[in-house]
């Protein structure tokens, strides 16, 4: 059915005149067979051909034609343009200013010559190339019956030959095999994790401990308490991070941000008492919602904020969360002074830094 | 120069081993012209940077811009009023930086006093700052060598992006904080300005002191800053610095649209 009006279509077309045709519903079919709606909706063929501007004048034709080997020429101006400009604009070593020319000309010219090719080919096919409309009739996909039985006949004898069906024993232990085959690359994959380690014993722990002393971020000098003056904000590190293999993992674990405030703004909970010294508080900061550096500390107000989502905390209330999504205070690290007068940590934190996951207990903020 | 001529001079002198008589006086004349106009120079372009001891005239008129202009709000005595915060140990630095930015006096309240252009002179200024400090001692106007641009700035943009640019943006282009407050641009700001920003932590930027930041870290962190407002960024258009936002927005309205338009082109019948 479908193919006798494929190609009752492609007779119309073939025609310089397109007139509508009417369905080949209905009208043909022997009565009985089908119920065949009578309202559905009757093809109405192609639209007529439309002339275009260049095809009836022949003056807007040439210039056409005109525009297109210009815009050709066009782009070869293009080509040997990026050309010279290599070696006209070339980059200077430690002038960033050139860099950004010969970027700015290559570039500019390369895209030149692409640009217009294109502009000109599809000018080209819009404004001069023969536009009359064919149709190229789709042939059925279902094969014929005697293809199709040679087909079937074909698998018999394979099956016949090669015994895959009879030789059951071969053929379970080749789906057993290839069943197998993929359990490599489930240790291979689960080797990328930290060696020998727990990750989650890994995230519960950073090299925060008793009597480590806080340090500068770079440069590793321990920061004295008097050094830190109201209002001051240090970026602080684990003294010995710098000689630490895994130097960056231990960074993202154990960063952390040192205030001053006036004492009597903090108010901390019965059991944080001891954990700040004459004002001096440190907390982690990597936010408690996915991770990124909470340093944002405004002196006047005491609050934190995260950029990347917003998160607030509130440094006089133990940093707890006054905005945003994230979910826990931020984890607080116990402070004290050494007998020289430095900063150094009373342990490590009392519950792990960051984000949420799947081992984490649920119980640090009760405990 | 004037050293570089004296140097010369004496070393012709030494070679031939005899000296005119008034050799001596020459030199010493040609010696105090040079400085006297390397410091005029110096003193109309760029006044206020030298931090000059301030007299007894400075400071007594210091005391009257003060009464008339700030003791509304700080107090008669700095010490502060409901309207205002105590100014005593705040030093001239924090004078300087907010008056010298237009900051202070404050036109009106807000989430934060924000940059306008200075009310008062650099010597009405100067006076201020003189008469602030008079009172209670606190951080002074920073040392000239600190703010002349000629430290190491990879070293200064290593601390920047440590100390700095989580609320000014890695460019300096500046950014929000909470609540209508906002961390201000640091493109065009005078080194003076910055360096007296770092030592007194204007508003709500934390302050970093020396022992922090010692005063070559803040002239790292200023030369930092000035190459990146000499320089012009190697990888085109800044569109304001302000990173993935902006050019996202760029390349949405500017890329895509490109893209729709030669669609709608290509697809357009040709008439």
Request: negative net charge.
């Amino acid at each position: 059915m479908a193919d006798e009006r494929g190609r009752e279509m492609a007779a119309d077309i073939s025609g310089t005149e397109l007139v509508p045709t009417a369905t080949s519903h209905g009208d043909g079919a022997p009565v009985g067979t089908a119920v065949v709606s009578r309202d559905i909706i009757e093809n109405p063929g192609l639209p007529s051909h439309r002339q275009r501007v260049t095809d009836v004048d022949p003056k807007s034709e040439r210039r056409a034609s005109r525009i297109v080997t210009a815009l050709f020429y066009l782009s070869v101006v293009g080509s040997i343009g990026a050309i010279v400009s290599y070696f006209a604009v070339p980059i200077v070593p430690d002038d960033p200013a050139s860099v950004r020319l010969n970027t700015l000309f290559l570039g500019s010219f390369i895209a030149l010559s692409l640009l217009t090719i294109g502009i000109g080919a599809v000018h080209w096919g819009k404004a001069l190339m023969m536009d009359h409309e064919g149709v190229d009739v789709r042939h059925p996909i279902r094969g014929t019956a005697a293809t199709r039985a040679r087909a079937i006949e074909i698998f018999d004898q394979a099956n016949k030959e090669s015994g895959f069906g009879r030789r059951s024993l071969i053929r379970g232990s080749l789906i057993g095999a290839l069943a197998i085959f993929p359990l490599p690359a489930i240790f291979f994959f689960r080797d990328l994790a930290p060696i020998g380690n727990n990750p989650a014993e890994l995230l519960s722990h950073t090299m925060w401990k008793e009597g480590t002393r806080l340090t500068r971020d770079p440069t590793g000098i321990p920061i004295k308490a008097s050094d830190v003056t109201i209002g001051s904000v240090f970026h602080v590190i684990p003294e010995g991070l710098e000689d630490a293999e895994d130097l960056l993992e231990q960074k993202a674990k154990a960063a952390v941000l040192l205030m001053r405030l006036k004492p009597e703004d903090l108010n901390p909970s019965p059991e944080k008492v001891g954990w700040a010294y004459d004002g001096i508080v440190a907390y982690s900061k990597i936010c408690t919602h996915v991770g990124c550096p909470v340093a944002l500390y405004e002196q006047q107000t005491h609050h934190l904020l995260c950029p990347c989502h917003q998160s607030q905390f509130d440094i006089t209330q133990e940093a707890k969360v006054i905005f945003g999504p994230a979910n826990r205070p931020l984890p607080q690290l116990p402070i004290a002074v050494d007998s020289e007068g430095y900063l150094v940590a009373q342990s490590d934190f009392h519950e792990p830094v960051g984000p949420s996951f799947w081992e984490r207990r649920s119980d640090y903020d009760n405990a | 120069m004037s050293s570089a001529a004296q140097k010369k001079s004496r070393r012709r002198s030494t070679r031939t081993g005899r000296r005119h008589p008034l050799a001596t006086v020459a030199l010493i004349a040609i010696g105090l012209l040079f400085t006297g106009g390397a410091y005029a120079l110096f003193n109309s372009t760029s006044s206020g940077t030298e931090a000059v001891a301030a007299s007894q005239d400075q400071v007594d008129r210091g005391s009257k811009l003060f009464s008339a202009n700030c003791a509304t709000c700080h107090g008669m005595n700095l010490q502060g009023t409901s309207a205002g915060p105590s100014l005593l140990g705040v030093g001239a630095a924090a004078v300087d930086f907010q008056v010298g930015t237009g900051r202070m006096p404050l036109q009106n309240t807000g989430p934060q006093a924000p940059e306008k252009p200075a009310q008062f002179t650099t010597e009405d200024t100067a006076a201020l700052a003189a008469y602030v400090a008079s009172i209670a001692p606190g951080p002074g106007l920073p040392e000239a060598e600190y703010l002349d641009g000629g430290g190491d700035a990879t070293h200064g943009a290593e601390l920047f992006r440590i100390n700095c640019a989580m609320c000014h943006n890695v460019a300096g282009a500046g950014g929000a904080l909470t609540e209508g407050k906002y961390a201000p641009s640091l493109t065009g700001v005078s080194a003076k300005h910055i360096y007296e920003a770092m030592v007194t932590g204007p508003q709500n930027m934390p302050v970093f002191n020396d022992a922090n930041l010692t005063p070559e870290d803040k002239r790292d962190i200023i030369t930092s800053l000035k190459y990146l407002e000499d320089n012009p960024s190697p990888g085109g258009i800044e569109l304001g610095n302000l990173g993935p936002v902006a050019e996202g927005l760029f390349l949405w309205i500017f890329g895509l649209g490109t893209i729709v338009a030669l669609t709608v082109w290509l697809t357009a019948r040709s008439n």
